[in-house]
């Protein structure tokens, strides 16, 4: 293996595992991260976190102050709802797509995806239904098949997923997130694309309201990076 090849999985490494640390919240907004830190931590060399920092910050995941090197990048209750707004507009286009492309094996396996998540809103286990939230909302994207979208919501949700458990405490907030998945699927599997479209806008609007309902959580799902 020759040593650009090592270093591209050292990098793929870092990146891998700071973009895990920075939306599950165990590295907080505003941390500094500095780089033979990190390093020593991953288990890689520096050339590569240098390099895995770089691509964070064109996820708009971190930021690089001068003299005083990375830190994660914070964002604000308001900028993450500016960004629930957009991916509205972004997912419910993407809800039209897969309601003219859907399949009953793509069908079966969002029906599978809910119903996990219901069996966990029983359990009142928030935490796998967030996760198994972003799974639902990743299998449609797959279903409409368009990587214009799929790109673009993939680098806002990167920057908003810390913000999503938080949604989910709001009280009865997620047995409405379900029901309002339920209210997509059911558009979706009808071919409905307008039906379809309107469903995830409203969906992803009333994800908005709750964001601003719910309290700040620094690191919901009690990891720690250190």
């Given at each position: 293996?020759?040593?650009?090849?090592?270093?591209?999985?050292?990098?793929?490494?870092?990146?891998?595992?700071?973009?895990?640390?920075?939306?599950?919240?165990?590295l907080?907004?505003?941390?500094?991260?500095?780089?033979?830190?990190?390093?020593?931590?991953l288990?890689?060399?520096?050339?590569?976190?240098?390099?895995?920092?770089?691509?964070?910050?064109?996820?708009?995941?971190?930021?690089?102050?001068?003299?005083?090197?990375?830190?994660?990048?914070?964002?604000?209750?308001?900028?993450?709802?500016?960004?629930?707004?957009?991916?509205?507009?972004?997912?419910?286009?993407?809800?039209?797509?897969?309601?003219?492309?859907?399949?009953?094996?793509?069908?079966?396996?969002?029906?599978?995806?809910?119903?996990?998540?219901?069996?966990c809103?029983?359990?009142?286990?928030?935490?796998?239904?967030?996760?198994?939230?972003?799974?639902?909302?990743?299998?449609?994207?797959?279903?409409?098949?368009?990587?214009?979208?799929?790109?673009?919501?993939?680098?806002?949700?990167?920057?908003?997923?810390?913000?999503?458990?938080?949604?989910?405490?709001?009280?009865?907030?997620?047995?409405?997130?379900?029901?309002?998945?339920?209210?997509?699927?059911?558009?979706?599997?009808?071919?409905?694309?307008?039906?379809?479209?309107?469903?995830?806008?409203q969906?992803?609007?009333?994800?908005?309201?709750?964001?601003?309902?719910?309290?700040?959580?620094?690191?919901?799902?009690?990891?720690?990076?250190?």
């Amino acid at each position: 293996m020759s040593n650009l090849a090592i270093k591209t999985t050292e990098t793929d490494q870092a990146y891998a595992q700071l973009h895990r640390a920075i939306v599950r919240g165990e590295l907080s907004p505003n941390e500094r991260l500095v780089e033979m830190e990190l390093a020593q931590k991953l288990g890689v060399g520096r050339a590569a976190v240098r390099a895995a920092l770089a691509r964070l910050e064109q996820a708009g995941l971190v930021e690089h102050e001068p003299n005083r090197g990375a830190r994660v990048r914070a964002v604000s209750e308001e900028e993450a709802t500016e960004m629930l707004e957009v991916r509205a507009v972004l997912e419910g286009l993407a809800a039209r797509y897969a309601a003219r492309k859907i399949t009953d094996q793509g069908l079966v396996m969002l029906q599978a995806i809910h119903a996990q998540m219901q069996a966990c809103l029983e359990q009142d286990d928030l935490l796998s239904i967030s996760n198994l939230n972003a799974q639902w909302h990743d299998k449609l994207l797959a279903i409409a098949n368009h990587q214009t979208i799929t790109n673009l919501i993939h680098r806002l949700r990167a920057q908003h997923v810390r913000f999503q458990y938080r949604t989910l405490l709001v009280p009865g907030r997620a047995r409405h997130s379900l029901a309002e998945h339920e209210a997509v699927m059911v558009a979706v599997a009808a071919h409905d694309e307008a039906a379809a479209e309107n469903a995830m806008r409203q969906h992803l609007t009333s994800t908005a309201d709750a964001l601003r309902e719910g309290g700040k959580i620094s690191n919901p799902a009690g990891h720690s990076w250190r």
